[in-house]
């Protein structure tokens, strides 16, 4: 087991040493996300998706916040810079295509749709503990479950193979796993910001309805009009 630690703490120091620009950092990360619609929208059958420029807008935001915030907090667990991680970012980010693909393989033809929880405070804690568990009817996080997990278990082995710290590699995986419930439910954070700050509710009374009326319509978040 020592031998496989230091072989794989091996490569982590050579990628370490072979950085990647930032332009091809962002043309691998794009190129992988035009594979991801790809397979969302022509190769999954009946996925009810279209494929224009705002899905393509949203994919490449949602999954390069996702990947900036684990990219820093990686920084600051393994005290790295940032520039020595981007390597293990860019065939990290390969895990983006794989959630289609296990939701083909399970349902023989399309993919499961797993979008944004919107859930009241309750459920999104339930939501959080069971680790995606309690989802909302319709919203199928197996593909997606798989990666999530997958993509915990990567950042938590990282953190062990250069630290050798147990703390530190629970809290990778704890950390990783927040970032990801975040973005997830990044919908339901915004409405009870917004309607705690603003409408002076409180965040217990919060209901579904209430956040698809605040991210579903045309509405004044903030000051900034969301289309």
Not at 95 to 102: A, D, S
Not at 145 to 165: D, E, N, R
């Amino acid at each position: 087991m020592k031998n496989i630690f230091y072989k794989l703490n091996s490569i982590l120091e050579t990628s370490a040493k072979n950085r990647v620009y930032p332009f091809h950092w962002f043309l691998a990360f794009s190129g992988i996300i035009a594979i991801r619609l790809f397979l969302d929208d022509f190769v999954a059958e009946a996925n009810g998706l279209d494929m224009d420029i705002f899905n393509v807008i949203h994919n490449l935001l949602f999954f390069g916040i996702i990947f900036f915030l684990i990219w820093l907090f990686l920084s600051f667990i393994l005290n790295e810079n940032p520039a020595n991680l981007g390597r293990i970012m860019v065939w990290a980010a390969l895990l983006i295509i794989l959630p289609p693909i296990f939701d083909m393989l399970a349902t023989g033809e399309g993919v499961f749709w797993s979008g944004y929880l919107i859930s009241d405070i309750r459920s999104l804690g339930n939501q959080f503990w069971s680790i995606f568990g309690y989802l909302p009817s319709g919203i199928v996080y197996f593909g997606t479950k798989i990666v999530f997990i997958s993509g915990i278990i990567f950042c938590a082995i990282l953190t062990y193979i250069k630290l050798k710290s147990i703390k530190k590699t629970i809290l990778t995986g704890l950390g990783v796993y927040t970032i990801l419930f975040f973005m997830a439910a990044f919908p339901s954070f915004l409405a009870y910001l917004y309607y705690f700050l603003i409408k002076q509710k409180n965040i217990s009374e919060i209901s579904v309805s209430n956040i698809i009326q605040l991210v579903g319509t045309p509405t004044n978040i903030f000051g900034v009009e969301s289309r």
